[in-house]
């Protein structure tokens, strides 16, 4: 049993099957007793992802609903959302100075070390970073955050 920060590319893969779908499925799946968190952010973003997947007709209209659906049904139990608040939004702002980062991985990469301070603040384990962006992931390592690439299994 461990604590997981999934960022937007890893999510997707629990509802689009792609590589690394079947490695996600498993982290998330509720037997593993893992503890998982997302931004808030991740809520737009997902949905987003899935829609442009439908544009370019590599899933359908009705699967682009359907994942949607679930992935916002999974958002009420599966996971720790952590808010995005003018602080958050700020200590991103930051991290875009010291690195070369889009403003939504800035957002999430900023909750996941919120969320490790506290962790480490509650003498917690402290979560692993779940990304299948490898600059994201570079940075993450960079901040000293374990890193998981889903990409990584087939």
Same mark, same amino acid.
Request: hydrophobic share 40%.
């Given at each position: 049993?461990?604590?997981?920060?999934?960022?937007?590319?890893?999510?997707?893969?629990?509802?689009?099957?792609?590589?690394?779908?079947?490695?996600?499925?498993?982290?998330?799946?509720?037997?593993?007793?893992?503890?998982?968190?997302?931004?808030?952010?991740?809520?737009?973003?997902?949905?987003?992802?899935?829609?442009?997947? %439908?544009?370019?007709?590599?899933?359908?209209?009705?699967?682009?609903?359907?994942?949607?659906?679930t992935f916002r049904q999974d958002s009420q139990t599966a996971y720790?959302?952590?808010?995005?608040?003018?602080?958050?939004?700020?200590?991103?702002?930051?991290?875009?100075?010291?690195y070369r980062l889009r403003a939504y991985d800035a957002v999430q990469? %900023?909750? %996941?070390?919120?969320?490790?301070?506290?962790?480490?603040?509650?003498?917690?384990?402290?979560?692993?970073?779940?990304?299948?962006?490898?600059?994201?992931?570079?940075?993450?390592?960079?901040?000293?955050?374990?890193?998981?690439?889903?990409?990584?299994?087939?």
């Amino acid at each position: 049993m461990g604590t997981y920060f999934l960022d937007s590319s890893a999510i997707i893969k629990r509802y689009v099957p792609e590589q690394g779908h079947a490695w996600i499925a498993t982290l998330c799946s509720l037997t593993q007793g893992h503890k998982l968190y997302i931004s808030q952010a991740i809520l737009v973003e997902v949905v987003a992802g899935i829609c442009r997947r %439908a544009r370019e007709q590599s899933i359908t209209i009705a699967d682009r609903d359907r994942f949607i659906d679930t992935f916002r049904q999974d958002s009420q139990t599966a996971y720790g959302i952590r808010l995005v608040t003018t602080t958050m939004y700020n200590f991103a702002g930051d991290l875009c100075r010291s690195y070369r980062l889009r403003a939504y991985d800035a957002v999430q990469l %900023a909750c %996941a070390l919120d969320l490790r301070n506290e962790t480490l603040a509650d003498q917690a384990p402290t979560p692993i970073f779940v990304s299948a962006d490898i600059n994201l992931s570079n940075i993450a390592a960079t901040e000293r955050l374990s890193i998981e690439n889903p990409n990584n299994y087939p």
